[in-house]
């Protein structure tokens, strides 16, 4: 029996970036166009369900054109790729987590004042990743946050961090402790959701990408496809 598939597409947050959203709507257009090649059967999206209330609501009113889409990658991609699909809802599969003990800027402080040779090679990593990010287009921008190359770069970045602290102060070890229990939260949810002859599409955020694309592969229960070939090219 062939394994349901399941397309994890990495996003950018589109809120930290409206000016981009609005000169930039016919790219937008473009990659839902692009992504609609997969025919997927449900696409899932970067939100808690303890707002699937109201997402449900918002895309019924999407659906009748009584709602502009907001600053917010679910709305523009996901929304009108799953209106375009004509499929009846969204599934969230976020999981709400308490990210601030410690914070991300904590490690990041402590590895500055007591490691700084460890904090000079995360910087150092980051610097890579910004060569990476050379094309600032929305199509530009999905084509290297689903680069495989800038995908392990990025964990390499995390791995790091589990060296931040010392043996009576896990502080890296404590917020990593926090963010896989988000990504496994996600790779459950997005596996409960997957049902045989599935195509499921899911829009995440690209720092997301390396860990569920590990748990879900290993599960053995799934197809992951590559995203390249569904995206389109940017010049």
């Known amino acids: 029996m062939e394994k349901p598939e399941i397309l994890l597409v990495g996003t950018f947050h589109m809120a930290m970036d409206p000016e981009k959203v609005n000169e930039q709507q016919e790219e937008i257009l473009d990659v839902v166009h692009s992504l609609k090649d997969y025919n997927a059967t449900k696409v899932a999206v970067e939100k808690s369900f303890l707002i699937e209330e109201e997402l449900d609501r918002k895309f019924q009113e999407f659906k009748k054109g009584s709602l502009t889409p907001a600053y917010d990658e679910v709305e523009q991609f996901g929304f009108r790729l799953a209106y375009e699909l004509e499929l009846p809802r ?6 709400i987590v308490d990210m601030s003990s410690p914070s991300l800027n904590q490690v990041f402080e402590w590895a500055k004042q007591h490691q700084p040779e460890l904090f000079q090679e995360i910087l150092q990593v980051q610097k890579k990743l910004k060569t990476m990010e050379s094309n600032h287009s929305v199509k530009g921008i999905l084509q290297y946050v689903n680069n495989p190359d800038y995908i392990q770069e990025l964990q390499r970045i995390y791995i790091k961090l589990t ?3 010392d043996r009576q102060h896990q502080i890296g ?9 988000r990504d496994l939260a996600i790779a459950a949810n997005i596996a409960r959701i997957t049902e045989r002859n599935d195509r499921v599409l ?5 720092d ?12 053995g229960d799934f197809q992951i496809p590559s995203t390249s070939k569904y ?5």
């Open 163 to 165: 060296r931040v602290g």
């Open 90 to 95: 969204i599934y969230p599969v976020d999981e």
């Open 173 to 181: 070890v404590q917020w990593l402790k926090q963010w896989y229990h």
């Open 231 to 235: 995206l389109p090219k940017s010049y």
């Open 202 to 206: 899911v829009l995440i955020g690209g």
């Open 208 to 219: 997301h990408l390396h860990l569920l694309q590990q748990l879900l592969h290993e599960s």
